[in-house]
């Protein structure tokens, strides 16, 4: 069992890991959010139908708004941000400040109507964190070798933040029993409304399958048949099987292997300042979810992913 569960961890590690190099790599000739549709929408129904066959029963009316809204705030809101800021971004970069979620969550549910208020120590640690993501994407003074585009900084911030709102929503929203069925409700209206915004963004005026190249069509294949299915599937059976805190550890080590691949494939700058805020991103977020402090759902754990 042991070995099982290492194999199933590394390949969340390695698979969750390498999705932003990755969306990085597509967006080279697919649009942002055409590929984030294109994704989910497949991925999405290849779950409902799966999970249908195995006898799951559709979500209900109810559920499926839930789902929708969910789906809406970290698939359209989340992933398809996070892809358009790609553009400018590099995707360690991205990574990075995605990886700081679980404080953004910490927030959003000290916001939240009776919700849980952080103790001195989280409150500690979200000054430690955020002065990790300063140090990051802060003026360009702090280092003469990397200029961050504001506009994707701001976008994947505001990715962070929808994640996080959709993940506390989901903790008193009525879903399917079925994590599966959850997940391909969520995949499959967060696709739609990704292609709606393709469409409305003007994405698709210009855009031609003929100038897709290879490696952009390969890297879709990826972010589908691994990112989606199989990492999920991985993560889903985690969950079932292993202690939750070792589970949690994707989040610690997902940001650090996004760095090293854009950096080894895409010669992504690497620099002490990169460094030395990925120790203190990562360093916060275990501070801030260790002796129990992170709360969490498995539901919405699930999806908080690339």
């Known amino acids: 069992m042991k070995t099982k569960i290492w194999i199933a961890l590394l390949a969340v590690y390695i698979i969750w890991g390498s999705t932003y190099l990755v969306i990085r790599i597509a967006i080279e000739t697919l649009p942002p959010f055409l590929l984030g549709g294109m994704r989910f929408l497949v991925s999405g129904t290849i779950l409902l139908i799966w999970r249908l066959a195995a006898g799951d029963a559709l979500p209900t009316r109810r559920q499926w ?6 789906g809406t705030l970290l698939l359209f809101g989340g992933n398809g941000l996070v892809s358009w800021a790609e553009k400018t971004v590099p995707s360690g970069v991205a990574a990075l400040i995605i990886g700081a979620v ?3 969550l910490v927030l959003a549910e000290a916001l939240r109507p009776q919700g849980v208020k952080p103790t001195v120590r989280v409150l500690a640690g979200l000054m430690i964190g955020f002065t990790g993501i300063y140090l990051l994407v802060g003026p360009s003074s702090f280092s003469a070798d990397m200029h961050l585009d504001p506009f994707g900084v701001i976008a994947l911030l505001t990715a962070a933040l929808l994640w996080s709102m959709g993940s506390i929503y989901s903790r008193s929203a009525d879903l399917p029993k079925s994590a599966f069925m959850l997940t ?3 995949m499959l209206t967060g696709g739609l409304a990704l292609m709606a915004m393709s469409a409305i963004s003007g994405e698709l005026n210009d855009f031609s399958l003929l100038r897709v190249s290879t490696d952009s069509w390969l890297g879709l294949t990826y972010l589908i048949a691994f990112g989606s299915m199989i990492g999920f599937v ?5 969950l ?3 202690p939750v805190p070792l589970v949690a550890t994707y989040a610690y080590v997902n940001p650090l292997v996004a760095v090293f691949l854009g950096y080894w ?3 992504e700058p690497l620099t002490p300042r990169i460094l030395s805020a990925s120790a203190i991103i990562i360093g916060s977020v275990i501070f801030i979810n260790s002796k129990g402090r992170s709360r969490t759902p498995k539901k919405a754990v699930v999806a908080v992913s690339e």
Not at 234 to 238: H, R, T, V
């Open 65 to 70: 708004k839930s789902a929708a809204i969910i």
């Open 102 to 104: 679980p404080m953004f």
């Open 240 to 242: 079932q099987n292993a």
């Open 234 to 238: 991985a993560y889903a059976w985690l």
């Open 265 to 267: 494939f895409a010669q």
């Open 184 to 186: 391909g409700a969520e």
